[in-house]
């Protein structure tokens, strides 16, 4: 005995703790055999193996009948790798027993096949105590041995029959191994272990507890001794159990070697016996190994040497190998690996029978082996025989029991097992192996209550496969009796577990003996591994049950337990509790542990700092709320705790940065100051954004979405707040520009059948997406934007410009600087539409800190469109317009789309000229070219402007560049007729004109006409013969207040009259016109017309003879020189400034001959104004005046219109003379009066009168002459009708007594009519002396 | 001996999207902190910010033991749960009533314990507590609760304090200093 623990402490475990705990470990691994999977060589490449890996794992539940025909089901758990100390506590816990091995590997030569087997033998050595079999998968090679190769893959069926031969081998070699099986497991023949096990019973060492699966046992293995009868069904196992059968037979040969040597030595010499030049760790010998059959038996290698290509293995290597060409080519995989687990399960089966079947006087020696690494000291000089000891070693064994019932799937016996076990353990203080069996019961109870926590990661997996594939490996898996179905499918799984199941425990008891367990545990310092496994055992199972506290209180309690670990395996453990934590819904606190575990990563501590895991660890802390997605942030809002969100940011920048990764960085700090932005304060606004600025200077944003390598893609940063857009507006071509268009306005009315509806039936609710206004193909179009720069410092956009769909557009891209902190800084972002058609505006790209941004308008929170869409018109050609005259400062505005002007200044009556030149600035011709004048109020600007069309029409087309010009004649209309410094139309000039009130005013010479006109132009009309000066300032003065009626600012400048008038161009030409489109633009023309000449009064004269008449005019030169007027042929005048002229104008009398009755008077005034030809002469300018607008009382008429009636007077025998004649008082003076029809028609009842009078020449008259004249004959006489052409004669005479001056006129009046007058001009002047 | 304290505002806003989340009241309410940590602290690598990722790891304990309380009244009263909409108003009131308001230690780091602690109102209050030589006994943590509380309202009795803003108050802080300083 002492040797054995001697052995025990020199050999094994130099590290008695565990090193690290395994964190995926599940309380239904309890149940499960190990089975390490490895790949070893170079030529298989990680895809392969990881494929290999998944089917052999999907490979991890078998059923199977034991040698009863009980049916059991076994669990089998993979893994990739597993620690040597790990497999130390084996003891402790069957579970952790790597019990199999598979390495896979591929080997395309002799050379690499030996290399091959020797890591595989290698791989052996670390799980050499425990390893019951061992399989080697050998890609490459065909199933006889030989080399595969890639074109002859039709047989891809391993061969049969070296399967069967490999069995039969197999069966031989277990012939040889059973014996060191036997030993190491104390192992008696069957008769004798059936008898122990009875013994045992009836012993009556243990309860009736136990005697129950000892009987068990006790039938079982007698069913052994019958393994044909019993396990015949399927052909694939019966080799297992008859080379069980076998071993279990030879065993007991050895059965007395066995009994006092430990394993470890008997393996030794048993490897050193048989090999001679054995690897060491060669004591795996005891897993067959048919190629060491193959080595040694003639029949193999009578085999091997048939297919001559069939590699050889080297001697010394004994693990089974399973050969095939291909992973695809494997369908036997499967198989093979039920075969393996079977044979796994038989050894394990034997195993539990023999402890069984243990002896209780033996039981104390198995104390050695019945302990935890550590503990192995403390049995130095330990009394084993001690009732003490021996009770704990029952209490073990019971322990140990229920390990391997439960793995060999018996789940009730095992909660017997343990339930003894505890009762036992609980006696003895064996705290830690009690702690262990509690954890073995509560495992048990786990697996039978919730049977659906088993990963069921395998039938996931399988969609990957293909489908023919996977029809293959259906068929396959239904034709064995396994399957590799996830328990909770399998309804007899279920009804199979769960019913026989007693004593098994409650939830509640779960918790509780899981706390005791942990309790237990934790007064072990070196089991803290196991401590920190069952804790989290725990937690899942109460995750399961939704009892979240205490869950929380299990991994807080795993967090406490202090282990020794590298800060590697730290960070594995943090992660792994962040991982847990997530899954019991706590993600703050798995937030937490996943930053601490990220931050182990790179702690100053840990000499192999990992940035690239450390970086997606805190990549994946959900509980912080951090999306990598800025747009995610904005659906719900800000989320979480901003300043944490910024370290575990900042923490990201710094470690993507070490990484080495930039791009990364600067995508992350990019996300920092754009989503963090508005919790940062000034100064850290200005930090990051300088960081991110020298960040990006290593690698610059882009817009696009950047993947890392472990898969995770990291969505694209755009800084839609740096700067933000305030306003996005689209600008219109300027009004000259725009693109217009003749729509055809449709009639509107049959839509509705209402006159009036209160509806609108417009509903077309203004889109706001799309633009009101048209662009033009080919030419500069602009989006306003106004930018706020959030940062202190400046921003420097060194790119921005447009994104567009649609029809092709060449966009500009602007730099701008944004002073900091500005809120509102305007800008413009251009760009050139290349062909006609609906261009969608739908974001900008902007370029600042080193970061491009890409972004959509409807990313933008404020912006009220999604896009904007526009229509782009075909190219139409653009003007320029110059006029020859100067621009006026300013212009009401008529019209939007005014581009130049011309502003004229002139003088009443003038004549100018304008010419207007246009420029072809487009690309297309100008195809089309019209003209309007566009006036508002004063329609006098009609008269003003003239211009030729045809002039125009024939300079068409105009060419792109080329220039066309034409003429506008301006002619400076207005009033002639009027007062200076009042309006033509003004009521005080009208009834300032002389005479025209006054039609009874008979006197029809000019003098007699100034006395009939009122007091207050009489007056004026004497001061203006006296001095024309003083009368125009009497004018001015008289007048000012009416005319500041009119105009109070300028009341002089008042009659400067100003026309507005737009001359619009429409124009076309190109694409665009045949399109319909046009441009308009237009000329303001700004007139100032200043009156040069007035004519103030006037009146008419009879002429030299009866056919003409004067015009008298009163002219008045308000210019500020001095005028010469032509108002005659030959006739002129000068006229000084300011002054007024009477100007006699001699004029042809107007026939009325065709005029019809009451338009006499207009007759005559077009007579006049066509008639009179009055020019003035400035120095610099002349016009002509007209006399529009003149009107004419009933006297002018007469005058102006040839008299129907001609006279003809003679006084004693003389025609009369206009001048005064001479006769003596007393004087009988005969006068005879012919009256001439000159119309066409006679005129009838009319009455002829003498009217004698004395004029005093100071306006007054005096008729009252009776008593000094007489006239003989009748001084007035009826004359009934004058036929045309035909004369009447009157005569009569005059005495006059007193001398004087007398005047006589003669009238003829219609009778009826007393209005209608014809009167002899002028009157006879008499002088009697 | 404290070195952190914290008042989390509630949170009533969140969409039920997200039943875990409660922390967005936070948002309007940030955790709050005060200088004192340092002094309070025999660590002088602890800042703010590391109490503050202490504190938000706690959170979800809060919310658990809020829930399972809930879950526990409404087990304990079959009746109440049985009468219908009228009872289940009224059963509120009780309810809330009994809670009890102090929510016992929260987490445990290295060398801090973490305790909460919720008004009826759902304001949280967390508080750090360093561990030292000299234990702390439950009735100190409830002693600081109760003053923190006091002190809370006090400072909603401030009609010019806007609930669920940052607090500014000299009186409060004080009151924290003081939890803080251990008086």
Known sequence: MRSAVSVILSGSAPDQNMSYPDYDQTPHDHSALLVVVRHIGRQLRTKQFNRAFERISRVNQIKLNDSQGNPRQIWVRYLRGYPGEQNDWSDFQTHRKALGLISVGQCNSQDEFNELCRIHEQAKVGYAFTLYDSRCILLGLNPDGTLYEGSHSSDVSPCVDGEDDRVHHSVSVFNNKSKIEGSDSNFNDPARNCSSGIASSSEGIGTGAESLPSEDNASMSSSLSLPSAVCGDDTRKSPSSDSLQNYLASGSVEESEATDSTSEETTSKESTNSIGTGIPYSSMRESENPILGLSTDPDSRSQSSEGRNSLIAPSNFKARTLFYPTMDQSQNLETDILEFISSLFWVLESKRLDKLAVRKADRTLLLSSLCAPFEKKDFVGLDLESRWNKRRADGRLKKQLGDLSLQAGLASESITHYQAAIEILKSVNDWLWLAGALEGLCSVSVCCMYPQLRKALPLQRNSSLQGADMVKYKNLSGSSSSSSLPPGLEPESLSGMRPPIKNCLSPQDLLDKYREAVTHYGKYRQAGVIETEASIKASLVLIEQRQTLAAAEFLQNAVFISLQLTEDEKMHRFNALAELYTRLGFHRKAAFFKRVAAMRCVSPHNPHPNWALCHSLLLQQEGYKISLNPSENSIFGFYGWPRLQMQVMQELVGTAKRKGNSALATKHMTLLVHTMLPHMTRDERRDFSQQLEILSKEAEGLPVPLAIENGVIIPPVNLTLIPYVKLFKLIAPTPHLKPQKIVERKPTDEISPFVYTPFNRDKTVKDITKADFNWVEGELCEVNVILENPLPVELKVSSMCLITEGVKFHVNSNVISVPAESSMFPATLTGKPLEPGILRIIGYSTYTLGVKSNIRLKSLQNMPFPYVDIEVDPALPAIEIQTSKAKSDCFSSLSDSIVTSASISMLMGENQECTVTIANVGKVPIELLELTLDVQGDKRAFEIFKWSDENIVSQLPIQPGANASFTIYVYGAGEFIGQPDCHSGDSSSVSSLPMTSNASDGPSSLPSRLGAISDRLRSKRTESSASNRSSVKSFMSSNISVASNKNPKLPISSQTKNYEAVLKLKYSGGPGHQTGHFRTCGIALNVEVSPAVFITKWDTLPGDSPSQFYLVLDVCNVTQHEMEIHYAKTKQILVEKGDTCRIPVPLDRCSLTNVEKGKEEFACCEHIVTNVDLKWILPESSGKATLHGITLTQAMVQLVTVSPIQWEITVNGESVKPEEMRFEAGEMINVNVWLRNHLKESLEDLNLSLDCFQDYQNGRINNRLDSRFAVIGNDSVLIPKIGPGSSFQHSLSLIFFVGGMYKIDFKCNKKDLEDLEYKYNPPLDLMIQ | ?183
């Open chain 2, 1 to 183: 001996m404290a070195v952190c304290v914290a008042v989390i505002g509630k949170d009533v806003k969140r969409p039920p999207i997200f039943p875990v989340q409660e922390e967005g009241g936070s948002r309007h309410d940030p955790p709050r902190r005060l200088a004192a940590v340092a002094r309070g602290g025999t660590n002088p690598q602890m800042t703010d910010l590391q109490y503050s990722f202490i504190v938000s790891s706690a959170l979800d304990i809060v919310e658990e033991r809020v829930q399972m309380g809930h879950q526990a009244f409404k087990g304990g009263n079959p009746a109440l749960a049985a009468a219908g909409g009228v009872a289940l108003s009224s059963g509120d009131g009780p309810q809330v009533a009994t809670r009890e308001l102090y929510l016992g230690a929260l987490t445990a780091q290295e060398e801090y314990k973490v305790y909460g602690y919720m008004t009826n109102t759902k304001i949280k209050f967390v508080i750090i507590v360093e561990e030292t030589s000299i234990p702390l006994r439950e009735n100190d943590i409830r002693m600081m609760f109760r003053r923190l509380h006091g002190a809370f309202c006090d400072l909603m009795s401030n009609p010019f304090y806007l609930p669920g803003t940052e607090i500014h108050s000299k009186r409060f802080e004080g009151t924290i200093n003081a939890i803080l300083a251990g008086q």
